[in-house]
């Protein structure tokens, strides 16, 4: 005889059987999901920059993802994201490049690197990832660690970013050129920013206007979060 106290029980059981099942299955195929689109999600990492180059560069060929510059003595860090990790750090490793573009942008980074050098810096490989993960990996890791290098702390953006006095001077007069109104709406949040021109528009995510040129109206995404369009979109 199976009374009340029995059905509710077994009823109980069936219902966390089903949870449990639905839970480990969803978990399940979200890292089997996960796990394809990465290569290594365990930290690289590379003491002393400086002695460490060349296994850097040449270990870093062609891949994709997330990288950290620290500082040793303090721990002070810069997150970035390449699509090709060895060839972005290979300006990183220009002594004539990290000048030229600290005359132009007050980088912290750039700066750092030149005040204290390659061997007071230690380079982690966070992680690999395909291309197409790498703003909303590189986003995870600019809230994770918070690091201080970074001006911009919104991943594929220049909010934050701030040119040196020299080079506001040069660009004063220059966001009216290529004027043309111009449409940029974030696939993640669909937020819709509207600019009087394409420089103005390439300027606030940290892309030429030419490049601004090759997504107007494509409905291709730029950087893997932005769509970009004209006027006639309004």
Same mark, same amino acid.
């Given at each position: 005889?199976?009374?009340? &106290?029995?059905?509710?029980?077994?009823?109980?059981? *069936?219902?966390?059987?089903?949870?449990?099942?639905?839970?480990?299955?969803?978990?399940?195929?979200?890292?089997?999901?996960?796990?394809?689109?990465?290569?290594?999600?365990?930290?690289?990492?590379? =003491?002393?920059?400086?002695?460490?180059?060349?296994?850097?560069?040449?270990?870093?060929?062609?891949?994709?993802?997330?990288?950290?510059?620290?500082?040793?003595?303090?721990?002070? *860090?810069?997150?970035?994201? *390449?699509?090709?990790? *060895?060839?972005?750090?290979?300006?990183?490793?220009?002594?004539?490049?990290?000048?030229?573009?600290?005359?132009?942008?007050?980088?912290?980074?750039?700066? #750092?690197?030149?005040?204290?050098?390659?061997?007071?810096? &230690?380079?982690?490989?966070?992680?690999?990832?395909?291309?197409?993960?790498?703003?909303?990996?590189?986003?995870?890791?600019?809230?994770?660690?918070?690091?201080?290098?970074?001006?911009?702390?919104? #991943?594929?953006?220049?909010?934050?970013?701030?040119?040196?006095?020299?080079?506001?001077?040069?660009?004063?007069?220059?966001?009216?050129?290529?004027?043309?109104?111009?449409?940029?709406?974030?696939?993640?949040?669909?937020?819709?920013?509207?600019?009087?021109?394409?420089? #103005? #528009?390439?300027?606030?995510?940290?892309?030429?206007?030419?490049?601004?040129?090759?997504?107007? &109206?494509?409905?291709?995404?730029? &950087? =893997?979060?932005?769509?970009?369009?004209?006027?006639?979109?309004?």
């Amino acid at each position: 005889m199976i009374n009340n &106290n029995s059905i509710v029980l077994y009823k109980s059981k *069936s219902i966390k059987n089903i949870y449990n099942h639905c839970y480990k299955t969803y978990f399940f195929h979200l890292r089997k999901t996960y796990t394809r689109s990465l290569y290594s999600k365990t930290p690289i990492i590379y =003491n002393d920059s400086l002695s460490n180059k060349f296994n850097i560069l040449n270990e870093n060929k062609g891949k994709s993802g997330i990288y950290r510059w620290i500082l040793s003595s303090n721990n002070e *860090s810069y997150v970035g994201s *390449s699509t090709n990790i *060895s060839k972005r750090l290979r300006r990183y490793y220009s002594i004539n490049y990290l000048k030229d573009k600290t005359l132009k942008y007050n980088s912290r980074i750039y700066i #750092a690197l030149l005040k204290y050098g390659y061997k007071n810096f &230690n380079l982690e490989i966070l992680e690999y990832c395909n291309k197409e993960y790498l703003i909303a990996r590189e986003q995870y890791y600019l809230d994770l660690l918070k690091p201080e290098y970074n001006i911009c702390k919104t #991943a594929g953006s220049m909010l934050g970013f701030k040119h040196s006095r020299e080079t506001l001077l040069k660009l004063k007069n220059r966001d009216s050129a290529t004027g043309y109104t111009t449409i940029i709406i974030n696939k993640v949040n669909n937020k819709k920013k509207i600019y009087n021109s394409l420089r #103005a #528009a390439g300027k606030s995510i940290c892309v030429s206007h030419t490049t601004l040129r090759r997504y107007i &109206n494509k409905n291709k995404l730029l &950087n =893997n979060l932005y769509f970009i369009k004209s006027k006639d979109y309004l």
